[in-house]
Nanobody
Framework: QVQLVESGGGLVQPGGSLRLSCAAS????????INWFRQAAGKERERVSC?????????YYADSVKGRFTISRNDAKNTVYLQMNSLKPEDTAIYYC????????????????WGQGTQVTVSS
């Protein structure tokens, strides 16, 4: 079964860190760009970050997370990571990984494959 599975969410205090993982099964994600999205309660979904296939070496970050979040990939483990540092209460959301099965990061496209999401809560 082709799927993406997120993990690593949880409850963390403001200023803390979490590392989210997006693991692919049923296919190899090494050829594809992988995106992280988030959706907070009552708000629109936001594209947070993207990483292209390794040979392109490109990344994208939303202004709201630039300098605090780092996206990376380990193709040998078929996994993409989102390291989140200096977390703020406004980072609280369900985080999803997704791909449009393209090699590079693109916006305004339809994403073919989504994970089920992992909850991140930043609160004291």
């Amino acid at each position: 079964q082709v799927q993406l599975v997120e993990s690593g969410g949880g409850l963390v205090q403001p200023g803390g860190s979490l590392r989210l993982s997006c693991a692919a099964s049923g296919f190899g994600l090494d050829y594809y760009a992988i995106n992280w999205f988030r959706q907070a309660a009552g708000k629109e979904r936001e594209r947070v970050s993207c990483i292209s296939r390794s040979s392109y070496g490109r990344t994208y970050y939303a202004d709201s997370v630039k300098g605090r979040f780092t996206i990376s990939r380990n193709d040998a483990k078929n996994t993409v990571y989102l390291q989140m540092n200096s977390l703020k209460p406004e980072d609280t959301a369900i985080y999803y990984c997704a791909t449009d099965l393209s090699e590079n990061c693109r916006s305004g496209v339809e994403y073919n494959l989504w994970g089920q999401g992992t909850q991140v809560t930043v609160s004291s």
